[in-house]
């Protein structure tokens, strides 16, 4: 068994062990925002299917308008309209207008349009004081082009990209499975949120906030409850837990006599590393359970997040095929001491705002309490410090930064 990686070493670790998922769903539109597209989409229909207008006003031909001003009016024989989805029925000719609204397909025999604004009514007929001009006239496939691939397998369905796919004529896109995540609280200690809380209890939060992280990073959380210190009853929460994709447990995986995850991994699972460099979030262990892949880990609250953060976002990501980076890494200049944490790597938290004038265009400040069980620095913190082996970062430093939440103006 491998032990006491280095963070690089650990998630190139995680990573050789992670498969990416071959199923595909087909999402709703309604139902695709924050999913993973499993394959390149193309546009099933031009837009616009044929040239239109960008404004409301009159087509006309431009040359029949050439050199219209204030002074110099050009007046036009009005023969009808073409309201937007009702193209006008027949073609225009020398000296004509017909009315045109935003959106409405240019008449057969117009080449321009002038905006309403330019323009006065009399009667059968339309006075021009511009020119009508090709220039708000939208051209066929302007927008998008029939056959043509304009979202990509990877891609995030952001809100604008969920719109562009809906543009695009589907309506249903094809995704990648989310990765079922079973997330299993350890220890005799924990009780759920809302039962009173015995002498010694503590409340679990490990299972919701890192449910939380697994939804951001696309994956399915499924909550396993908890289970008592005992390697028997371990085993039977695991066994039954049905099919997953990723097991993450929390606690138990440290040195002490009850810390049944990593025994129970010793004798029945196949380890593939325990321990890593860095602070918080020394002791997890990674190994597969009955062909499931198993993320120890730890028990304390920061821990907890900031160990799914590093390692089993980046699974997630791979799992899903998705692309862009984990996790960003920023320059900031630090606003206060940052602690080291001797030869492992300490990821302090952080309040990252943004500063035009600091090297790095931020600046880091430390946040509230450093303990690895004090989870207000994750809940009012946005970003990891990272302080690497064998240093501090003193204030006025600049120091490499991972944001986590979103980042402060
Ligand atoms: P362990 O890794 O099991 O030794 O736990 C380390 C610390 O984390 C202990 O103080 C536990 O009480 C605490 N802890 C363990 N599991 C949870 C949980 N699900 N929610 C909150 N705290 C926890
Ligand atoms: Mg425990």
């Not at 002490?256 to 979030?281: A, M, N, S």
Request: aromatic residues 6%; hydrophobic residues 40%; charged residues 25%.
């Amino acid at each position: 068994m491998r032990t006491s990686l280095t963070v690089e070493e650990a998630l190139a670790a995680v990573l050789e062990h992670t498969r990416p998922l071959t199923d595909v769903e087909d999402a709703p539109l309604e139902a695709a925002p924050g999913r993973v597209l499993a394959r390149d989409l193309e546009a099933l229909a031009d837009h616009p299917d044929v040239d239109n207008t960008a404004v409301d006003g009159y087509a006309a031909r431009a040359a029949d308008t050439a050199g219209a001003s204030p002074k110099n009016p050009v007046r036009l024989r009005w023969i009808g309209e073409s309201p937007a989805g009702r193209p006008f029925p027949g073609r225009l000719g020398p000296g004509e207008a017909v009315s045109v609204y935003t959106g409405a397909p240019l008449p057969e025999g117009a080449d321009a349009v002038v905006a309403v604004e330019d323009t006065e009514r009399d009667g059968d007929f339309v006075v021009l004081y511009k020119p009508a001009t090709p220039k708000d006239i939208r051209p066929k496939a302007q927008d998008l082009q029939q056959g043509r691939v304009y979202l990509k397998r990877g891609d995030v369905l952001t809100p604008g990209r969920v719109g562009l796919a809906a543009g695009m004529g589907h309506a249903t896109l094809p995704v990648v499975r989310r990765p079922r995540v079973g997330i299993l609280s350890t220890g005799d200690e924990v009780v759920e949120p809302g039962t009173p809380l015995p002498p010694g209890g503590v409340y679990n939060s490990n299972a919701y906030s890192v449910a939380a992280l697994v939804r951001e990073a696309g994956g399915e959380p499924v909550l396993l409850g908890k289970t008592g210190d005992t390697i028997t009853e371990l085993k039977a929460r695991l066994e039954g837990a049905g099919r997953l994709d990723l097991i993450l447990t929390s606690g138990g995986v440290s040195m002490g006599d009850y810390d049944i995850v990593r025994h129970l991994l010793e004798r029945e699972g196949t380890i593939h590393f325990w321990k890593i460099l860095q602070r918080p979030g020394g002791p997890p262990i990674f190994a597969e359970f009955a062909g499931t892949p198993l993320f120890g880990l730890p028990g304390n609250p920061v821990s907890a997040m900031v160990v799914f953060f590093l390692y089993g976002r980046p699974m997630l990501f791979k799992m899903l095929g998705r692309s862009g980076e984990p996790y960003r890494r920023v320059r900031a200049v630090a606003d206060d001491f940052f602690k080291g944490a001797g030869k492992k790597t300490a990821f302090r938290r952080a309040l990252l705002r943004y500063d035009p004038d600091a090297p790095g265009g931020h600046r880091a400040a430390s946040v509230d309490s450093q303990s690895s069980g004090v989870l207000r620095s994750m809940a009012f913190g946005n970003a990891l410090v990272v302080v690497p082996p064998h240093t501090h970062v003193e204030a006025g430093e600049v120091v490499e930064v991972i944001p986590f939440g979103d980042v402060q103006t």
